[in-house]
Structure formats: structure tokens, C-alpha cells
């Protein structure tokens, strides 16, 4: 069992290998992917079919949440965790 609980750690254990450069880069493709979805979903909600923008939709929240994530775990001032983000109706 003990081998079994020391391979699992290692295998989930944070590598830290990424340069700040590649977190920076990494959040700036999610901010432009997350303004591109939205504008999508606009467009959409006016023109397209409601599957086209639901699923619009569906990419701008996994952007929005990566990009959320993110500023949190390089402590951009005042990003509240994204796990005490209250749900928007």
C-alpha cells in the first residue's frame, strides 16, 4: 500500500517547471480566447442557432475561468479566488 500512496504523489506532484513567461503568455491567450467566445455569443444570440451559441457560451465560461484561475495563482490584486466567485443569474 505505502508504494502504491508514493507513486500516486509523485505522479500528482507540481513539477514548478513553467517560466513566467510562459504562465504570461498562457494568460493572454486565454483573455483573447475568452473576448473572441464572447463576441461570438453575441453575435450569435442575434444571428445564429441556439446550438452555435450555446456553445460560444460554453467556451467564453472555460476561458473566463482559466483566465479567472490564473490571475488568482500569480496574485493579480484584488482576483478573488475563483471558487468564492458568486454564480451570476
Do not use: N
Amino acid at each position: 500500500m505505502g508504494l502504491i500512496r508514493e507513486h500516486m504523489a509523485s505522479i500528482e506532484a507540481a513539477s514548478y517547471d513553467r517560466t513566467w513567461v510562459e504562465i504570461d503568455s498562457l494568460l493572454e491567450q486565454a483573455v483573447q480566447e475568452m473576448k473572441s467566445q464572447r463576441a461570438k455569443y453575441k453575435l450569435r444570440k442575434v444571428t445564429g442557432p441556439k446550438a452555435d451559441k450555446m456553445r460560444a457560451l460554453m467556451k467564453y465560461t472555460r476561458a473566463k475561468a482559466v483566465v479567472d484561475t490564473l490571475s488568482w495563482t500569480i496574485g493579480v490584486r484584488g482576483q478573488i479566488s475563483p471558487l468564492d466567485e458568486p454564480l451570476k443569474s
